[in-house]
């Protein structure tokens, strides 16, 4: 079974910083899409950035970016300028046909 | 108007009620799935549905049960609740004739069992 792991329970950034927040995962699968989801206070599920396996190209999204090491089964994200609206709880997932989640990193950003 | 709503947003039950959750969606997608979110454990997959006539389990069906009464409907039933089944639980969707399968999630239902 696929398995994500996120070894971050919490990081803090500055405001106007940048913040990478880590994911590993597991698969014997060669063709596969991650994503990173971002869960403000209101509890709303939001997806941030989307990756797919056979694409050497990390994604990017305006402030947001990713680096995947497909090798290595690494999805780490990376938030540049941080912003107060970025504080949130950001969930890694796996995805092929169902999603598998990782426990969440809850990112708090100060002033 | 949200794409995929979900009814009640919030439920306070006692222990042995029968609970049911609802999920709607305008997307017209035929894929929906339920999750439950505790903290420090994720979404895990309780139950999902690739279209009216199809249901399966997830990782945690158990104590679950699900009726996907059309393209658009598909609720989550706990027949006689417990407290470790107080969670935030989430409907979503997605299309098949997508290649990534990106899902589409409701607001969630915060549900307390006393």
């Known amino acids: 079974a696929q398995t994500v792991t996120q070894s971050q329970p919490e990081m803090s950034v500055q405001e106007a910083e940048t913040v990478t927040l880590s994911c590993t995962y597991d698969?014997?699968?060669?063709?596969?899409?991650l994503f990173w989801y971002k869960q403000p206070p209101s509890r709303q599920m939001i997806l941030v950035i989307r990756q797919e396996a056979y694409k050497q190209q990390n994604a990017t999204e305006n402030r947001f970016s990713v680096n995947f090491q497909k090798a290595a089964k690494s999805f780490s994200l990376k938030i540049s300028d941080s912003q107060l609206g970025d504080a949130a709880m950001y969930f890694c997932?796996?995805?092929?046909?169902?999603?598998?989640f990782g426990a969440g990193t809850i990112l708090r950003v100060k002033s | 108007d949200a794409d995929v709503t979900q009814t009640p947003r919030n439920r306070i039950t006692k222990t042995g009620k029968r609970i049911m959750l609802e999920c709607s969606q305008t997307?017209?997608?035929?894929?929906m799935y339920w999750y439950r979110q505790d903290p420090g454990l994720g979404l895990r997959l309780i139950y999902y549905s690739f279209d009216v006539k199809d249901i399966n389990k997830g990782e945690i069906s158990d104590g679950y049960s699900v009726s996907r009464q059309a393209q658009a409907k598909f609720s989550l039933s706990l027949e006689s609740a417990i407290p470790n089944q107080t969670a935030l639980y989430f409907c979503a969707t997605s299309a098949p004739w997508t290649s990534d399968n990106e899902q589409f999630f409701g607001p969630g239902t915060r549900l307390t069992v006393l």
């Open positions: 997307k017209g997608h035929d894929r």
């Open positions: 698969t014997s699968e060669s063709d596969y899409y």
């Open positions: 997932a796996y995805n092929e046909n169902k999603l598998v």
